[in-house]
């Protein structure tokens, strides 16, 4: 057996991963032909690199089919049930920096708080009929921030992919997502709550808690930590 | 026997013993629209219950209570007094604690009564006690009618008794709004500039989204009006916070609650329902000097109660949750009747523990 390290398989996240591990002397680097998904480990011995969607890593961690994972601390506390009890946070990597945060349009000039935003949902259900629609693809996160901060009269509508969109097009008053600069809400007329921002997010190192390991796997993997904490 | 089979067998004796009081037996779906309870209870609805759809009916939640089912059935062709009762699985789906069951049995006595609410208060919590009685439970008591006169009492205008009202069972939002409305926390700069603007909706468009121009400048307008009405005094706020701070034996709390209801008259119709409880709950044999009282009880993990609320504990058992609970539900009926309400309380046992902590089988 190895110790398995799960690393995103696509674009700048996989590069900065790549450039953090060279750093701490541990070599990733993919092998073969470009759009052929296979890698090797340099460095340290006993290590096998799997490249997945960054998605996916949380998942294969809670199964425990890899022992480390990189991936967006918002994607482990979005897809895993008491995230913390499944896997746990090694190391903050210091790129990948988004914030998930929830945005209403620019003209609600009455709207700059979860307060306001709680006041306008009742109000707005009041007139409409309906609970005020929220688009995001965060739906734990968003929901247990929204509860904690006891905001009622609203729902999440789910949106996969072009969220910001989604309150010029009548199918969302208001939305959770993922921003960075915050250029695409500008450009979609967007505002953030100043009290809005539900998790900020980046690149992290995670351990599953429930990867089974060999006496060569603990060897390895005394090893690979050592060199990277 | 096997776990089910146990409660399956308990339950039967609750059921049979609320028969014997005069409830008449009824069974609900396991599936239940998930509009009507998402209607109620909001977004966190999902996080508790399990969701399921097919493209005909649309979505579906597996039965988090009875209490909804029952009140929509008394509610479409009940006739009057009614009392039910019922027993059968109820699933919550679990987020955080993999040590909590996601399905577990409930029994229910439920009392649909507009003649007598003090005596129906009384009936409920006096059968649950004696039904009970062999596992020397601990009773709560609490009365959310209380707290939502006070509310109701405080001399402020009525969008902001409303908006206190709305959140009465969400202390958090309860008490960020309460601190802004004593003017205890500031409003944030951004209002006191937008307040002070002479056409806050110059310059600011596009208008985008559903919701209006008009319904913004309505809001505007509620704000204008807000910031021009003088804040709650102190002494009113505080008096939310004795209500709220109450713990003691029941008639200590009566005695202290006629106290303060000569500085806030709008709670005495309140406070005599809960002496007229305790003197009906007396003539039923319950002993009302040990009864304990707390002025927040139901105010988190009961909601849509709104008046009387009890549950009862194992006290050597603090990891269980209650053993048995329930309140009134007025509010509820009139949600649920279209247009007609009666007053109604009632409350559930749970099996599973009641045979954990050794009783009937």
């Not at chain 1, 918002?74 to 897809?79: F, P, Q, Y």
Request: hydrophobic share 40%; aromatic share 8%; glycine share 8%.
């Amino acid at each position: 057996m190895t110790v398995k390290l799960g690393v995103p398989s696509k674009g700048r996240l996989m590069e900065k991963t790549f450039d953090w591990f060279g750093k701490r002397g541990v070599g990733l680097r993919r092998t073969g032909s470009d759009r052929e998904y296979a890698a090797a480990v340099d460095g340290v011995t006993g290590v096998e690199l799997v490249l997945l969607s960054a998605g996916e890593i949380p998942r294969e961690l809670a199964a425990g089919r890899i022992h480390f994972g990189v991936t967006g601390s918002d994607l482990v506390r979005e897809k895993l049930a008491a995230w913390d009890t499944q896997v746990e946070e090694v190391q903050l990597m210091g790129f990948g920096h988004a914030d998930l945060i929830i945005a209403v349009p620019k003209c609600w000039v009455d709207v700059d708080t979860l307060d306001d935003l709680d006041a306008a949902a009742a109000a707005f259900r009041a007139t409409h009929g309906f609970r005020m629609r929220i688009a995001t693809k965060y739906h734990r996160l968003v929901r247990e921030f929204l509860r904690d901060q006891g905001v009622a009269d609203y729902q999440l509508i789910d949106s996969q992919g072009a969220t910001e969109g989604t309150v010029k097009n009548e199918t969302a008053e208001a939305v959770a997502d993922i921003t960075s600069s915050g250029e695409t809400l500008r450009a979609n007329h967007l505002k953030i709550l100043t009290d809005g921002l539900v998790h900020k997010s980046q690149a992290t190192l995670f351990r599953s808690r429930k990867a089974a390991l060999s006496d060569a796997d603990r060897v390895a993997l005394t090893e690979l930590l050592g060199k990277l904490t | 026997m096997t776990p089910k089979a146990k409660s399956r067998n308990t339950a039967a004796r609750f059921l049979d013993f609320f028969e014997g009081q005069g409830a008449r037996r009824v069974e609900t779906d396991i599936l239940q629209p998930a509009r009507v309870l998402l209607d109620l209870y909001g977004e966190d609805i999902r996080a508790r219950a399990y969701v399921t759809s097919d493209a005909l009916r649309g979505e579906q939640m597996l039965r988090p209570d009875f209490t909804v089912p029952v009140v929509q059935m008394h509610m479409e062709h009940g006739a009057e007094p009614a009392r039910y009762t019922y027993a059968g699985e109820v699933f919550r789906r679990q987020e955080e604690d993999i040590s909590r069951p996601s399905e577990f049995m409930q029994v229910g006595y439920e009392v649909f009564d507009r003649e007598n609410p003090a005596a129906a208060d009384a009936e409920v919590f006096a059968l649950f006690q004696q039904v009970l009685a062999p596992l020397g439970l601990r009773a709560a008591t609490g009365d959310m009618g209380i707290l939502m006169a006070a509310v109701r009492g405080l001399s402020t205008t009525d969008r902001r008794k409303a908006a206190l009202l709305r959140h009465i069972w969400r202390p958090k939002r309860f008490r960020a709004l309460l601190d802004r409305y004593t003017g205890k926390a500031k409003p944030p700069e951004t209002r006191v500039a937008l307040l002070q603007a002479a056409d806050a909706l110059e310059g600011v468009g596009p208008f985008i989204g559903l919701r209006s121009k008009s319904e913004i400048a309505a809001r505007i307008d509620a704000l204008r009006e807000d910031a021009a009405t003088p804040p709650i005094s102190e002494a009113e706020a505080g008096i939310l916070d004795d209500i709220l701070n109450l713990r003691e034996k029941s008639r200590n709390v009566l005695e202290r609650l006629r106290d303060i209801s000569v500085d806030l008259p709008a709670i005495v119709g309140a406070v005599d329902m809960m002496d007229a409880r305790l003197t009906a709950l007396d003539a039923r044999g319950v002993d009302v000097q040990a009864l304990d009282f707390e002025g927040s009880y139901g105010r988190t993990t009961l909601e849509y109660y709104d008046g009387f609320v009890f549950g009862f504990y194992a006290e050597t058992r603090p990891d269980l949750p209650a053993v048995a609970s329930g309140g009134r539900y007025d509010a509820l009926t009139s949600v649920l009747g279209q247009g007609r309400s009666i007053p109604a309380v009632g409350g559930v046992i749970r099996p599973e523990l009641v045979f954990e902590l050794g009783g009937a089988v």
